[in-house]
C-alpha cells in the first residue's frame, strides 16, 4: 500500500485548501486515516483522524471549527478540508494509515504507512 498526497500550496489567511489523500496498492481497508502535520523546527503533531468503517472522527484542539476530515472509500482517499487558515497552520502535512488500532490515536506510533507530505503554507 501507498498513499499519495496532494492539495498543499500557497493560501492567504484566512482561506481554504483541501488536501487529499489516495491509496493505492493492494485492497485498502484501514481502521482508521489520519492527517499529521509538521511545522518548521518543530516536532510532528496529530491534526485529524477518520475511522474507515463508521466516520467516528478525531481533532486536535487548534483546528476544531476550521478543518473538517472525510473520507470516500470507493476511491480510496481521504480528504482534509482547511477553512479559516492561520499562518500557525504553515507546516507540511502528512497522511497516515492506521491499520492495527492499539489505542492511541493521535501518536505518530499508530500509524504505520505514510504518504510523502504536502506542504501548506499560510501568508499573513
Known amino acids: 500500500v501507498q498513499l499519495q498526497a496532494s492539495g498543499g500550496g500557497l493560501v492567504q489567511a484566512g482561506g481554504s485548501l483541501r488536501l487529499s489523500c489516495t491509496a493505492s496498492g493492494r485492497t485498502f481497508s484501514p481502521y482508521a486515516m489520519g492527517w499529521f502535520r509538521q511545522a518548521p523546527g518543530k516536532e510532528r503533531e496529530f491534526v485529524a483522524r477518520?475511522?474507515?468503517?463508521?466516520?467516528?472522527?478525531y481533532y486536535t484542539d487548534s483546528v476544531k471549527g476550521r478543518f473538517t476530515i472525510s473520507r470516500d472509500n470507493a476511491k480510496n482517499t481521504v480528504y482534509l478540508q482547511m477553512n479559516s487558515l492561520k499562518p500557525e497552520d504553515t507546516a507540511v502535512y502528512y497522511c497516515?494509515?492506521?491499520?492495527?488500532?492499539?489505542?492511541?490515536?493521535?501518536?505518530?506510533?499508530?500509524?504505520?504507512?505514510w504518504g510523502q507530505g504536502t506542504l501548506v503554507t499560510v501568508s499573513s
Open positions: 477518520i475511522t474507515w468503517s463508521v466516520s467516528n472522527t
Open positions: 497516515a494509515a492506521d491499520r492495527f488500532y492499539s489505542g492511541t490515536y493521535y501518536r505518530e506510533e499508530e500509524y504505520d504507512v
